[in-house]
């Protein structure tokens, strides 16, 4: 059994249970439309979809399509529990491996995840930057790309290790992300993203 097996299988035991009964009762609360809910270390989030967001997430699916095909696995807000204590993160988007298959009660497997896109939120933001990127490169997410409107930047985090990612590269809107020695294999372009 390798490191991230053992990450893997602690974050299906105890924790797993506890995510499924929390989000069990989350989904018989009257969360407000357009809201995400994700749970973050224990700790119970929503954040609102806004506009420059959607635009943002949009821009890298289409670009994601273009170079992967129309039927590349994404998903979009959907709970992935990541290694971690209680930790079922939604990612604004996760690209999977083509072989990527559900698990018994329909969930992805963390290591099935080759790239990650969080568009910041104001309030959320700090998640995004501390205890959500400890728990993609725990689980070994080769790509962690972190897209902020109100600054105008994107950080791209590469070659998880141990908990941290060991590249770290800021590009300023209008600039180009290079993932070209990455598994994604493309440059994304900025030009397009809007500012909030």
Request: aromatic content about 10%.
């Amino acid at each position: 059994m390798t490191v991230l097996d053992d990450r893997i299988a602690m974050a299906k035991s105890d924790n797993t249970r506890w995510l499924d009964d929390m989000f069990e009762r989350l989904e018989k609360m009257p969360v407000p439309e357009g809201y995400k809910v994700e749970i973050v270390r224990g700790g119970i989030y929503m954040s609102p979809q806004r506009n420059a967001h959607w635009q943002i997430i949009f821009l890298i699916i289409k670009v994601l399509m273009e170079r992967f095909g129309a039927d590349v696995k994404l998903v979009s807000d959907v709970r992935i529990d990541f290694p971690g204590h209680r930790n079922g993160l939604a990612p604004d988007l996760a690209k999977l491996r083509d072989d990527a298959e559900t698990d018994a009660e329909g969930r992805w497997h963390p290591e099935d995840v080759e790239f990650i896109a969080e568009v910041i939120s104001k309030d959320t933001g700090q998640k995004d930057y501390g205890p959500k990127r400890t728990s993609y490169a725990l689980a070994e997410v080769p790509v962690y790309l972190i897209i902020d409107p109100y600054l105008g930047k994107c950080r791209l985090f590469t070659q998880p290790k141990d908990g941290d990612y060991l590249s770290d590269t800021s590009v300023t809107f209008g600039g180009e992300v290079d993932m070209t020695t990455t598994p994604l294999g493309l440059t994304l372009k900025t030009d397009g993203f809007p500012r909030d």
